[in-house]
C-alpha cells in the first residue's frame, strides 16, 4: 500500500512573515492528517522552514539545485547545501524550470542524480504541454522524460525518487485533468517503470500536479494510481492546502 503523499510548491512566493503565517496555520491543523506533508519553500527561506517545522510531522523541500557540489558557480545552490538547512526533498525539471530556464532532459535526469547522490528525495515532474496532448503525444512526451532518468541512473533509483505527473497546460491555470485524464497518464507512468521492474513500479509514489485544490483533490487522489498531489497556488493557503492533505 503506498502512503498519500502532499507537497506544497510555494514557487517564487514568499516572505518572512507569509511564511510564518503559513506554517504555523498548517501545523495548526495537522491533526487527523494521515498523508505525508511536505513543503517546497524558495532558498532563502530554507533556514526559517526548518526552525519551523523542527519536532512535526511536516517536512522540508527546496524547489532545484545545482549538478555540482560545490565550486565557482556564482548564484547556484548545491545538493548539500540543501540538505544542511533540513531538507530531505527536492523538486526536479519542474515544467517552469524546464520551459523558462532551458532545463533538458538531460540535465533534468543529472539534476535527479544529483539529488539522489547527496541523499536528497527527487520530486521529479514529468508532463506534456496542451500542444503535445492535442497532437496525441502525451504518453512520448512523459515516457521520454522518464526513459532519460531510467537509462542514467537505473530503475533501482525510482526506490528514492517520488514522480510528480504535471500536465503543463494544469498548472496555474484553473484547468485540472479530470480522474479520467490524470489516471490514464499515471497508469501509464507505472506502466513504463514495469517494464524494468514491477515491484518499484507498484512502490514509486506518483502524484498529480495541476490546479489541484481543495475541490477536487479528494476525487483524483481516491484514483487508484493517484498517490497524492503537488500542489502550487492551493499550497500558499494553510486552510486549502490543509484541506487537500485530508483528502488523502
Ligand atoms: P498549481 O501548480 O497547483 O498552481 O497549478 C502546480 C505546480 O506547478 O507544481
Redesign the pocket.
Known sequence: MRKTIVAG?W?MNASKESVKTLIEGILSGMNGVSSEVIVCAPFPYLSQVETLISNTSLMLGAQNLNVNTKGAFTGEVSPDMIKDFGAQHVIVG???RRSLYGESITIVAEKTKAAIDAGLIPLL?VGESLEERDSGNTEVVVAEQLNAVINLLGIEAFEGIII?Y?PVW????GLTASPEQAQAVHLFIRGLLADSSESIAQKTPILY?????AGNAAELISCSDIDGG??????LKAEDFLQICKAG
Open positions: 510548491n514557487k519542474h515544467s517552469e515532474c510528480a504535471e494544469a498548472i496555474g491555470t500536479g495541476g490546479s489541484m485544490n503537488l500542489i502550487g497556488g492551493a499550497a
